[in-house]
Structure formats: structure tokens, C-alpha cells
């Protein structure tokens, strides 16, 4: 049976960058000081993180179903908001807004915003320009993004709130 094309899917773009940011959490998370399991772990998310676009109609719902579908696949008599984990929530919510900030939700988003979207390592103004570029300066997903950046750390200032 075919996969029904109403679905974005997983371009091979995204296969890089998904790849990308699996490799960038890793390292990411053993430059924290982070041990050798829980930088696997983080590749695992990254590797995981933009699956659900496979089965997605907007950009906006990825993060819920990359999320169902792995918690669907490795959580077992459960779904989400039964039960979780700290690594689907920092995959459910990366790109979104948290009350509370986890390492796996900071580490997913910096090296997410680290890794363009054909999976080539870039700099953080590089990436939102490219997110820039994609969604329009005005965009939910490029305003979020720049937010989230500067919570992260990875810029000095918050390019969202410089806008006029
Ligand atoms: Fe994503």
C-alpha cells in the first residue's frame, strides 16, 4: 500500500537533517559533561525527533506525532498523557514553547538549531535565516524559534523581540 501523499513525509532533506541532529546531540550532550548513555540517548531523539512528519498534514502537529508515534511504538497498554518520558516530551515540544526546560529539550533544540534543514552543520544565524526564509519573518515558526535560541543560549539577544 502506498503511503498517502496528503502527508508531508520525510523528504531526503529532512533524512539529513534528522541524521544531522542526532549526531549534533550526541556531541552536544558529551561537551556538557553529559556521560555515554545519555549522549546515545540524545542521538536517539535527535535520529527520532522529526519522524512524525512522515504522517503529518501541517508542520504544526510533527511534534505530536513524531511523539505518539514513538511512544505508540516503545511504550506499551499506554498513550500519551497516561504516561511519558522526559525524552518524548523534549521530542513533543522541541521548537515549542516549556514551562519547564529539561537538558533533553536544550540539548534537542541546540542541536536542531545547529543542523539546517538538509542536515549540514551551520551557525545559529544561518539557521534562522533559513527558517526565516522558509516560514516569513512574521511566522509563528521563526519568531519561536528565535526565542527559544536566545533561551537556549545560542544567541545574545533575542532577534524576535528586535522586531519593529
Ligand atoms: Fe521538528
Known amino acids: 500500500m502506498e503511503i498517502n501523499n496528503e502527508f508531508i513525509g520525510i523528504s531526503e532533506n529532512r533524512l539529513h537533517h534528522m541524521y544531522g541532529v542526532a549526531k549534533k546531540a550526541y556531541s552536544v550532550s558529551k561537551e556538557m559533561g553529559y556521560n555515554e548513555d545519555f549522549a546515545r540517548k540524545m542521538f536517539v531523539l535527535g535520529w527520532n525527533h522529526d519522524i512524525g512528519y512522515e504522517f503529518s498534514k501541517t508542520q504544526e502537529e ?5 511523539s505518539n508515534m514513538i511512544a505508540s511504538a516503545f511504550l506499551e497498554d499506554t498513550f500519551w498523557g497516561e504516561k511519558t518520558t522526559l525524552s518524548m516530551g523534549a521530542i513533543r515540544k522541541h521548537g515549542r514553547y516549556v514551562e519547564k526546560e529539561t537538558p533533553e529539550w536544550i540539548i ?3 542541536a536542531d538549531m545547529l543542523i539546517d534543514s538538509g542536515g549540514r552543520e551551520v551557525s545559529v544565524s544561518e539557521r534562522l535565516n533559513g527558517i526565516m526564509e522558509r516560514y516569513g519573518e512574521h511566522s509563528d515558526q521563526y519568531l519561536t ?3 527559544i535560541c536566545y533561551r537556549i543560549g545560542l544567541t545574545a539577544v533575542n532577534f524576535a523581540a528586535l522586531e519593529t
Open 62 to 66: 510533527h511534534p505530536d506525532v513524531s
Open 108 to 110: 534537542l533544540n541546540i
Open 145 to 147: 524559534a528565535c526565542d
